[in-house]
């Protein structure tokens, strides 16, 4: 007797052990199926997003490549439901991940096709390098400098996951560029300087052309094409508003 009644425990162990696991198991396939649904629902508002962009004659290039960027693993987690509204959004520190519009005027001005080598002043969280690096492609390369040490750290991050290799990101003082991989086909400054850096001037290749907020309280959009004569030509294109750039030709 006793060793029946040590079997039929063993029996009613070995039922519950498998009911646990058939628990877990359900619990996992669930959780794939909420997780794939979500990401199923954040391609949708992605593509929403894309079309509405439309208005603003964004190039369809450069909206093609911003398809393929998932911008909700640029954010925050609390700012994850926003992450497909047209609008910026704070990622700490003081500093906020640009609107999408902004992002694609942006790209449209700096004209930016396969193989080019762009400098970005202001990583942020590595958002609008993702979208540079769709337009550059692999032949191509992204250098994007950041003062922020955490905002590095999350844009290297967030860059990692979203699988671009294309996309370097440096702990530097923005302001004075980075002249180790000058000169560049392609600046753009993400935040808002007092003057033009003549370091960016300096950094940008003959025939190169940059992007760049300048103003404190009102701020305009300088479009500024080198000549290959190494002359600059300037060309305003609309007020906007940016975080002020920080360093040695900052604020």
């Known amino acids: 007797m006793p060793k029946r009644k040590e079997k039929d425990q063993f029996r009613v162990g070995a039922e519950e052990d498998r009911g646990k696991e058939n628990h877990i198991e359900k619990k996992g396939v669930r959780k794939q199926d909420e997780d794939q649904e979500e990401l199923h629902k954040l391609e949708e508002m992605r593509e929403h997003l ?63 096709s396969e193989g080019l080598k762009v400098l970005e002043i202001g ?24 003062r922020i040490e955490p905002l590095v750290n999350f844009a290297r991050e967030n860059l990692k996951k979203a699988g671009y290799e294309n996309v370097t990101v440096l702990l530097e003082d923005g302001s004075v560029g980075y002249s180790s991989y000058s000169p560049y086909d392609r600046i753009v400054v993400t935040c808002a300087a007092p003057d033009i850096p003549e370091p960016l001037l300096e950094q940008l290749k003959p025939g190169g052309i940059m992007v760049i907020p300048v103003g404190e309280y009102v701020q305009e959009l300088i479009r500024i094409k080198k000549d290959s004569e190494g002359n600059i030509h300037k060309e305003k294109r609309g007020g906007v508003i940016f975080v002020p750039l920080i360093g040695k030709y900052g604020f």
Do not use: W
């Not at 337009?135 to 191509?140: A, C, I, P, Q």
């Open 50 to 112: 894309i079309r509405g962009l439309e208005i603003h004659g964004t190039g369809r290039k450069v909206l093609k490549a911003m398809l393929k960027v998932p911008r909700h693993i640029f954010v925050p987690e609390y700012a994850k439901k926003g992450a497909y509204i047209d609008t910026p959004l704070n990622i700490g520190f003081g500093q906020t991940i640009s609107a999408p519009h902004m992002v694609a005027i942006m790209c449209d001005l700096l004209e930016l």
């Open 123 to 146: 990583a942020g969280s590595g958002y609008h390098a993702a979208v540079m690096g769709e337009l550059v492609g692999r032949k191509g390369h992204v250098y994007t400098v950041e």
